[in-house]
């Protein structure tokens, strides 16, 4: 057998990495009309990706007219954020707070700066004359 050279007779395509047998009335088809017609045995109502319509976008760009990028059922990796040393220390004493407890129950200070016991001290002050800048979402 001789080998066969373009155009595809589907699509009229001059180059193709691989040129396939198609149906008699179309003998030579592209790599990609040839896999369709071996796959799903017919050529109707199908457009390979190098023939799809482009259109003119407002950019003055070509673009196709669709997305050719089908959406992968993988999930996409968890980006985590850096976190600042601060964000870090805050972290490492409510660990140590919550392994060590609080030791002295006695001093009624510590009971107010930890337990936010005191009444006239609003939710979003801390208890050494600063107030937080973002409120937490749990205070209203």
């Known amino acids: 057998m001789g080998r066969k050279c373009g155009p595809c007779f589907h699509w009229g395509i001059h180059f193709t990495p691989l040129w ?10 592209c790599n990609a009309c040839g896999s369709r017609y071996r796959k799903c045995g017919s050529l109707e109502d199908y457009l390979p990706n190098h023939c799809q319509p482009k259109y003119l976008d407002n950019r003055g760009k070509y673009r196709r ?19 600042t040393p601060m964000k870090r220390f805050q972290i490492q ?9 609080n030791q002295d129950e006695s001093s009624t200070q510590v009971v107010l700066l930890s337990n936010n ?11 050494l004359g600063c107030a937080l800048l973002k409120p937490d979402a749990t205070s209203s």
Do not use: Q
């Open 93 to 101: 004493l409510l660990k140590m707070w919550k392994i060590y407890g």
């Open 117 to 127: 016991v005191n009444n006239f001290i609003p939710s979003d002050e801390i208890g």
């Open 20 to 29: 396939r047998t198609g149906p008699e009335s179309k003998p030579v088809l």
């Open 65 to 83: 007219l669709w997305n050719p990028k089908i959406p992968s059922r993988r999930r996409s990796p968890v980006v985590y954020k850096k976190m």
